[in-house]
């Protein structure tokens, strides 16, 4: 009973593969949205006007995420390129490239260089995929944390003091902020790949989880797994 | 003188009562002086109250005389004596005076009575003559309402209405002149007419009567010329079977047939006529025959067996064996079972032949007391087949019926009725019976028209025509493509298990020209080591593996890369297509759970099957999957990043065309071939 009310499609170079849009982040205060593309473009699209007013290249593969600063109008983006990159969107170009498969103490080479979750708070940022999960502080440029999960991750967040993040492996990691694991919740799938908090309400906090599986695990306290939804 | 007379008169006087005196009178007294004294007629002349007056003056006269008297007599005797004697004649005159006056009063009395009575006695005879004309009267109305409320015959008779009447009767009888006015004219000739008219059908009636026994003589005759008739037809039929033989027209074997047939319980006659029925109209190749042995299948219903009182039966047992040993427990129990498994002796056969000559011979048997079908199957092929030893299931007549319908593994008896007898005699379950008896699949019974409903046992299902015929012509089609299509996994079966993948030439345009990765084994394993397996717990969640499907294991090779992939074969392959699980091990176990492009691979063969069918109907499905396997697997080593920490060149280098190496938030590798730009891409 879903009726599509809009589509806009990014410009694409060639016919034969059509770019996948890989996330998107919607900035709600100045209605505008940033998607991360396939072909390596991060592209800011105008929810009024519905036209692509940015097109950021730098990223030499796909863009796997992006993330919006809260101050200032700039965005983070991961790729698989190993990169994070900030953009200021009122120059329209890149400000800061930290590649971060160059530091020692996160990379892991064998499992590879693409960059898969980011999350940002202030000044700090949090990044992690092929590479280990690390905490960064953006002013200075260096990982100050790294967080010693093994398999890669795919989703992380600030939560109040915490940091949460999912990957390869069936929990929820609850991490602080100076390297600790506070815990590690199982949940249902045997991979995560998204997690969210529900933004509005900090008195009760509803965190919902989900992967590789056609359930979905709701918690209504961090540290066990309220109940899931499941597709029949 | 006057009381002479009188004297000599009273006595006459007092006979004559009543009678007038003067006429009396005039006739009695005819010797006497003319002139005589009456005093009847005296007393009417004289007043009475004068005479009472006479009477009382009398009365006082004589007191007088006598008180007269009485002073004389007191005075002296002499000198009175004639006063004495006249007073005393006067006193007899006053005495003669007063018995006149006594007679005279006497009479007066008689008179008096004798005229009451007269005048009573003419009051008695009026009221007599009232009282007889008041009866005559009662009885003179009695008549007149008994008259009145004669109902004579005739108005009992229900005659024809007035209007009718004048209708129809001709005007002699109804003469209208007179009869409309007077009723009673009215009523006789209605009467009239009535009975013309009742002497006239009375009539009718008896001719028809006799023209009855006519024609039932008649009908006699023919009947008699008619059964005369059938001896000469059998004859004619006798004469007439050398002239079907040469002609080829097998009239008499499907009269014998069908002869046979009635001998047949229900639901295998139900069989036997819709199967016939379908082979003659839709499908050539279908044969059905009848089996068995029909003089035990008259003598079945020669004694009414009662098969459902197993007490009376096995107490009629004991009492046999009292003289001999009595049977031990088990060996009762044991007959008891035989007895509630019993089979018709009479089974029905249905042949069907595909286009390569190949046939499946299916054999239909009817349990008496359970009331269910059972079928036993056996293949027969045209070529003699080399068995590989992975095939060893496909065609076993076990397990080659096996859920031709989903859900339908024929281990249990669909009657539930059954549960409660074989309670009884300790049966388990039908499936310990299966080898000798044969499978009581649903859609044998639905073939039989027997349906029995899920939940609710009943006491008796009988045999329904239209329930056989509606599932006779899919059954035969789900037949036949079950028994192809296990002829074609078993010739696929013998090639891989030499380590060739068979693919024809119509699915070439699949496959890359070059695929490295080879088949290095494939066997078949059973189910408790398919479900021991780790990376197959997520198929038998989901309900795909059963223990009525067959599961293999295939193991694909190259270089230091060894891919397993644990196959379940659902029985109705190919329209549900085998499930695949793959374990990749390569540098570490990789599988489903923690490497997204092995489940990527899995999908491949899982969710993109259609493409994999081949031609119809679609045989090579298996084949096809297992090519594509190899093809990503391929794919997969060969996309793998070049990891900088080991030292050498990449295991295996990239041949394949790729446009993208990775793409999306799962980072999956291209694994959709194009044909015929021969590239791989992301699907």
Redesign the interface.
Same mark, same amino acid.
């Given at each position: 009973g879903c009726r599509e009310l809009w589509t806009r499609r990014p410009p694409c170079r060639s016919s034969l593969e059509v770019p996948e849009i890989n996330a998107l982040e919607v900035n709600q205060r100045d209605h505008w949205a940033v998607l991360a593309g396939g072909d390596g473009a991060v592209r800011v699209l105008d929810l009024e006007s519905g036209a692509f007013t940015h097109e950021l290249r730098g990223h030499q593969d796909l863009v796997h995420v992006v993330a919006l600063r809260e101050q200032l109008p700039q965005v983070l983006s991961g790729g698989e390129d190993g990169t994070v990159r900030l953009w200021d969107l009122r120059l329209g170009s890149q400000v800061q490239l930290i590649e971060v498969h160059k530091y020692q103490e996160c990379s892991r080479p064998q499992l590879g260089k693409w960059i898969r979750c980011l999350a940002t708070e202030s000044d700090w940022m949090v990044c992690g995929g092929g590479p280990a999960l690390t905490l960064w502080h953006l002013r200075s440029v260096t990982p100050t944390t790294v967080f010693p999960l093994a398999p890669p991750q795919h989703h992380a967040l600030f939560h109040q003091d915490m940091v949460l993040s999912g990957g390869v492996g069936p929990a929820l990691h609850l991490l602080q902020l100076n390297g600790d694991v506070r815990g590690r919740v199982p949940v249902s799938p045997p991979a995560l790949r998204s997690l969210c908090l529900h933004p509005r309400s900090p008195e009760h906090q509803v965190l919902t989880v989900g992967g590789n599986s056609p359930k979905i695990d709701v918690f209504t306290n961090l540290g066990y797994r309220a109940f899931s939804l499941s597709f029949t | 003188m006057s009381s002479e007379s009188s004297k000599k008169r009273k006595p006459k006087v007092i006979r004559t009562d009543g009678v007038p005196a003067e006429g009396k009178r005039g006739k009695g007294d005819t010797d006497q002086d003319v002139r005589y004294y009456s005093e009847e007629s005296e007393v009417d002349l004289r007043d009475p109250i004068k005479d009472y007056e006479l009477y009382r003056e009398t009365c006082q006269e004589l007191q007088r005389l006598m008180a007269e008297i009485q002073e004389l007599k007191s005075r002296g005797i002499k000198e009175n004596a004639a006063e004495i004697d006249e007073r005393r004649v006067q006193s007899c005159v006053h005495f003669m005076t007063l018995k006149k006056l006594n007679r005279l009063a006497h009479i007066r009395l008689k008179k008096g009575r004798d005229q009451t009575h007269e005048a009573k006695q003419k009051v008695d005879a009026y009221h007599l003559q009232l009282q007889n004309l008041l009866y005559e009267v009662m009885h003179l109305q009695k008549e007149i309402t008994k008259c009145l409320e004669f109902k004579s015959k005739h108005e009992e008779i229900e005659l024809v209405s007035l209007e009718e009447f004048y209708k129809e009767a001709p005007p002699e009888i109804s003469r209208p002149a007179i009869t409309l006015t007077e009723p009673h004219q009215q009523t006789l000739a209605r009467l009239d007419w009535e009975l013309e008219q009742r002497k006239r059908l009375a009539e009718k009636y008896k001719e028809c009567l006799t023209s009855k026994e006519k024609i039932l003589k008649e009908i006699e005759v023919k009947k008699e010329y008619l059964s005369s008739l059938q001896p000469r037809l059998n004859s004619i039929m006798q004469a007439s079977l050398p002239v079907q033989e040469y002609l080829f027209m097998p009239f008499d074997q499907a009269h014998k047939q069908y002869e046979t047939a009635r001998h047949l319980p229900p639901p295998l006659y139900v069989l036997f006529v819709q199967a016939s029925a379908y082979g003659q109209a839709c499908d050539k190749k279908l044969v059905v025959a009848i089996e068995g042995s029909v003089e035990e299948a008259k003598a079945l219903y020669k004694p009414p067996e009662d098969s459902q009182d197993d007490e009376s039966d096995s107490d009629a047992e004991e009492e046999q064996t009292t003289k001999r040993r009595r049977p031990t427990l088990g060996v009762q129990l044991d007959d008891k079972r035989k007895e509630m498994l019993k089979r018709h002796p009479l089974s029905v056969t249905l042949d069907l032949k595909c286009k390569d000559e190949n046939v499946l011979h299916l054999t239909f048997y009817y349990l008496m007391n359970l009331n269910v079908m059972t079928v036993k199957a056996k293949v027969t092929t045209a070529v003699e087949m080399t068995t590989a030893i992975s095939a060893g299931d496909l065609l076993s007549p076990d397990s080659l019926l096996n859920c031709l319908y989903p859900g339908d593994h024929g281990r249990k008896t669909p009657n539930p009725a059954n549960q409660f007898q074989f309670d009884k005699v300790g049966i388990l379950t039908l499936s310990d019976y299966v080898t000798e008896l044969g499978h009581p699949y649903v859609w044998v019974q639905k073939l039989g028209g027997l349906h029995f409903p899920k939940d609710q046992p009943q006491h008796t299902v009988a045999a329904d025509n239209s329930l056989s015929a509606s599932h006779m012509e899919l059954t035969v089609k789900l037949l036949r493509s079950r028994l192809q299509s296990r002829l074609a996994l078993h010739k696929q079966f013998a090639s891989l298990e030499h380590g060739v993948v068979p693919v024809s030439s119509e699915c070439q345009q699949l496959f890359p020209t070059k695929i490295v990765s080879r088949l290095v084994k494939w066997t078949a394993i059973p189910y408790e080591d398919y479900a021991e397996l780790p990376y197959t717990k997520d198929v038998i969640e989901a309900g795909l593996a059963e223990d009525t499907h067959l599961y293999y294991m295939a193991l694909i090779e190259r270089g230091t890369a060894k891919l397993q992939a644990a196959v379940v074969l659902n029985p109705g392959y190919s329209t549900l297509p085998p499930v695949f699980s793959l374990c990749l091990n390569w540098k570490g176990e990789r599988n489903s %759970?923690?490497d /997204?492009n092995i @489940?990527a691979m899995e999908s491949e063969v899982n969710v993109y099957y259609k493409e994999l069918w081949g031609p119809k109907p679609g045989y090579q499905l298996l084949t096809n999957q297992l090519q594509r396997l190899c093809m990503v697997l391929d794919v997969y080593l060969e996309t793998e $990043?070049h /990891? $900088? %920490?080991v030292e050498g060149p990449k295991e295996f280098p990239q041949e394949k065309m790729c446009? @993208?190496l990775? @793409?999306? $938030?799962l980072?999956l590798k291209p694994f959709k071939f194009n044909y015929p730009q021969g590239f791989f %891409?992301?699907r």
């Open positions: - | %759970s923690n /997204d @489940r $990043p /990891d $900088p %920490s446009l @993208r990775v @793409r999306g $938030p980072r %891409s992301h």
